[in-house]
């Protein structure tokens, strides 16, 4: 069924949807890895099995809400395939310390959807119920009169009208409720029931800016002219509705709140208010109840953009429109049940976004709107609907037969991408390797942002760890590539190989061939092998006497002194004929100048330590 409100402040009758098509507690944190990292089977909670070498496995989840809702809300709209990999993103932002402002009908505010864990509601004292009186409008406070933004018993549909709690539990219901969640579990909400007059709605976004709100959501709006909509019911407009709210969104662009509205619902690409209001985001709907979860159906009830449109438009971007989301039920005005329930519309896709605003204001502050827009749309996925329904080109023209199909662009919203919007990069320190068969060196990242990944495109000439240790393996030349994997973009860094055969040594000799060290210095034996011919293959391998007294890397030749005493490193090229011995002494470390060493226990006094 479809419920009609009615404008009428400031002498103004004009119809309103209230854009719902209306068809119808905690979480496990990883905090010590990302995904993509390699970590030991026993320390993984939420893993993705892996085929290699190491035996490890690679972390795969952030946060996996366990809400009893949680999977139900993923088919529809909170799925990786629909607005990205939103659990990756609650890993590091929440929405915590931000403010959205729900503008709407009432609020079923003993709901346990909006309980956090520390028993507290997601709904401020501070909010309000703001109604006309004549051309003023007038309100009553939260914090004096708990049933002032309640839900109101609707006569005509015999059932409560659900639609402030269907929107704001769709964009900031807490995590660890054992219900469902929001897309900004960790937002506060200011409640903001209104009676849908413009007076009302006007004097709601000027208390909102007054509470200083970081985003505002409004799932209404209203039409400037008359039409009959795509399902064949007549619509109502007002040209003045336009102008009406545009300085009261101008005022909140100016103050840095993102403004967020839902798009309609009446399947047109005509204008609605305050979508096409400057400086607020409007948002269509992919996605219905005959295609939820189907992020290649656009909404068969979602206003759209006509490729030929310009200037301020219904639909800045799109996301679900079918949600599953708390609401209160009852068969009368006596009878009151929280639950939760299947609904759709583009006054769901416009929380989703305005949730993803609280994400993305947490990690960016002083971002502007217009930077929110801007990041909004380039990091969204890419997609391009042709709609089926014809464009009525007659209205202009009576002349001219109706087209179509209509150009519908502006991508999908991706939450990860938007929150993460730098693009992964990689740099390495060589762009170059020149090494004999059998040698091995290390690939060293100068800088890099994503999941780092290396392959050789000769394997037969050099291979590559999936550490980016390369080694030589034929005579020839080969090139590594650095691949920085994020948010489903690459970047990519080459270093070129160049595989020499191995030339065989005749003799080694270490200069100096003794060295004194104190305990817990490192050496590097191999820097000091001279060989010859100085072209010979420098790969060597190391050994020691008295691995008590002084350790060897046997692959690089780096020596540890562990205690007092002498021990004898031995070094052997690996082609060609060459051994030779260094001694190293390992000695005490000096005791400071001004103090004295103390032997025995006998020797301390009272305050020594």
Wanted: glycine content about 8%; some cysteine.
């Amino acid at each position: 069924m479809k419920k009609d409100k009615r404008f009428i402040g400031a002498g103004i009758a004009v119809a309103v949807f209230s854009f719902a098509a209306a068809l119808l507690t905690n979480f496990n944190l990883e905090k010590n890895y990302r995904p993509g990292d390699y970590i030991p089977e026993e320390n993984a909670y939420f893993v993705e099995k892996i085929e290699d070498e190491t035996g490890y496995i690679k972390a795969k989840k952030y946060v996996t809400p366990s809400d009893d809702k949680y999977d139900s809300q993923k088919s529809r709209s909170l799925g990786s395939g629909l607005i990205g990999d939103i659990e990756s993103v609650w890993d590091s932002y929440t929405g915590a310390g931000t403010t959205i402002a729900i503008i709407d009908d009432g609020f079923d505010v003993d709901h346990p959807e909006y309980q956090r864990s520390d028993e507290t509601s997601a709904i401020l004292s501070t909010s309000r119920y703001y109604y006309a009186s004549g051309n003023n409008a007038l309100y009553q406070s939260y914090s004096s009169n708990p049933d002032a933004i309640k839900e109101d018993w609707n006569t005509d549909y015999r059932e409560w009208d659900t639609h402030g709690t269907n929107t704001s539990t769709t964009a900031a219901a807490p995590m660890d409720n054992g219900g469902g969640v929001g897309i900004a579990p960790g937002a506060d909400i200011l409640a903001l029931k209104i009676d849908f007059t413009f007076v009302a709605i006007k004097a709601a976004i000027e208390y909102a800016i007054a509470q200083d709100v970081d985003v505002i959501n409004m799932s209404l709006g209203a039409y400037g002219e008359d039409f009959t909509d795509a399902f064949g019911d007549s619509q109502y407009g007002d040209s003045s509705v336009a102008n009406y709210l545009q300085t009261v969104c101008q005022q909140a662009y100016n103050a840095g709140i993102i403004v967020v509205a839902a798009a309609g619902n009446e399947g047109t690409w005509r204008k609605s208010y305050p979508a096409c209001n400057y400086g607020v985001v409007g948002v269509g709907s992919i996605g219905d109840w005959d295609n939820k979860g189907n992020v290649n159906s656009l909404a068969e009830f979602t206003n759209y953009v006509l490729a030929s449109q310009t200037g301020e438009i219904n639909v800045d971007i799109l996301s679900p429109g079918y949600v599953y989301t708390a609401t209160q039920g009852g068969s009368n005005s006596n009878s009151h049940t929280h639950t939760y329930s299947d609904t759709q519309g583009t006054s769901f896709s416009s929380p989703i976004v305005a949730g993803a605003a609280c994400l993305w204001k947490q990690k960016n502050p002083s971002g502007t709107p217009a930077q929110f827009l801007e990041q909004l749309q380039s990091s969204a996925d890419g997609i391009e609907y042709y709609t089926d329904k014809m464009i009525p080109v007659s209205d202009w023209d009576p002349s001219l037969s109706d087209v179509g199909p209509s150009n519908i662009t502006n991508g999908r919203l991706n939450v990860a991408s938007l929150i993460d919007i730098e693009d992964p990069s990689v740099t390495t320190v060589q762009s170059n390797l020149n090494i004999s068969v059998g040698e091995k060196r290390q690939i060293t990242l100068a800088s890099s942002n994503g999941t780092i990944s290396y392959a050789s495109n000769n394997t037969s000439v050099a291979t590559v760890s999936s550490t980016g240790l390369v080694e030589g393996k034929s005579a020839g030349d080969a090139t590594i590539t650095v691949t920085a994997t994020k948010n489903a973009k690459t970047a990519t860094a080459t270093v070129d190989v160049s595989v020499a055969s191995a030339v065989a040594a005749t003799s080694i000799t270490f200069n100096p061939n003794t060295v004194t060290l104190n305990v817990g210095d490192t050496y590097d034996a191999e820097s000091k092998i001279v060989i010859s011919p100085s072209n010979a293959s420098r790969i060597f391998l190391f050994e020691t006497s008295n691995s008590s007294v002084a350790s060897v890397n046997e692959d690089t030749g780096l020596v540890t002194a562990v205690s007092v005493g002498t021990a004898t490193i031995g070094a052997i090229t690996i082609h060609g004929e060459g051994y030779d011995t260094l001694t190293i002494t390992v000695e005490t470390p000096p005791v400071p100048a001004g103090y004295s060493l103390v032997t025995s226990a006998s020797q301390l006094i009272s305050g020594d330590s």
